[in-house]
């Protein structure tokens, strides 16, 4: 099973702030089959990223993910209010136990 | 517009079972694969099940592989999960989600809590 660690645990920022956040995996995930979900507090998660740099449908640009192997990263070039939640990372390359990070939580400063 | 909408969660016994049902509507459900995808309070998430468009391929993570059973009636555009021997640590709020790999729609979940 590839086990994806997320970092840090919670950040804290500012509106209009650069965020950057990581998602480290236990193996290669192979083809960059990574994907990042926003969670806000009692809501259902929303796909934001695929294949570690491609947005889903709606997703403003100012969301951007890169990465590839074991290192990825999903930054938010410029925070706006709506953006604080939680982010979790995926990996969709090991069928069928896709695995997720455990979370990083993006607070207001 | 897509639209998932679970039901069936609920307050039952440890050994207890339950059904879960997820409406589908707004995207062609017999050509998609679906999946279960569970978060314990205050924790992450878990994949738990998937099964394929036309029901022929069912997986199951490990946790639940043996005591729940992924279903889907494409007549009716509703995907299934029997949970069978239920444990505590299966206390959580259970997502059906669009896809089976990558998941681009979630429904809002429903909260099944195992416990005497």
């Known amino acids: 099973e590839i086990v994806l660690t997320q970092s840090p645990g919670t950040l804290s920022l500012s509106p209009g702030e650069r965020a950057t956040l990581s998602c480290r995996a236990s193996?290669?995930?192979?083809?960059?089959?990574l994907a990042w979900y926003q969670q806000k507090p009692g809501q259902a998660p929303r796909l934001l990223i695929y294949g570690a740099s491609s947005r889903a449908t709606g997703i403003p640009d100012r969301f951007s993910g890169s990465g590839s192997g074991t290192d990825f990263t999903l930054t938010i070039s410029r925070l706006e209010p709506e953006d604080f939640a939680v982010y979790y990372c995926q990996q969709y390359g090991r069928s069928p136990r896709y695995t997720f990070g455990q979370g990083t939580k993006l607070e207001i400063k | 517009e897509v639209q998932l909408l679970e039901s069936g969660g609920g307050l039952v016994q440890p050994g207890g079972s339950l059904r879960l049902s997820c409406a589908a509507s707004g995207f062609t459900f017999s050509s998609n694969a679906m999946s279960w995808v569970r978060q314990a309070p205050g924790k992450g998430l878990e994949w738990v099940s998937s099964?394929?468009?036309?029901?022929?391929?069912?997986y199951y993570a490990d946790s639940v592989k043996g005591r729940f059973t992924i279903s889907r009636d494409n007549s009716k555009n509703t995907l299934s999960l029997q949970m069978d021997s239920l444990r505590a640590e299966d206390t959580a709020l259970y997502y059906c989600?669009?896809?089976?790999?990558?998941?681009?729609?979630w429904g809002q979940g429903s909260l099944v809590t195992v416990s005497s």
């Open positions: 193996q290669s995930v192979s083809s960059s089959y």
């Open positions: 989600a669009k896809g089976s790999t990558l998941f681009d729609f």
């Open positions: 099964i394929s468009g036309t029901g022929g391929n069912t």
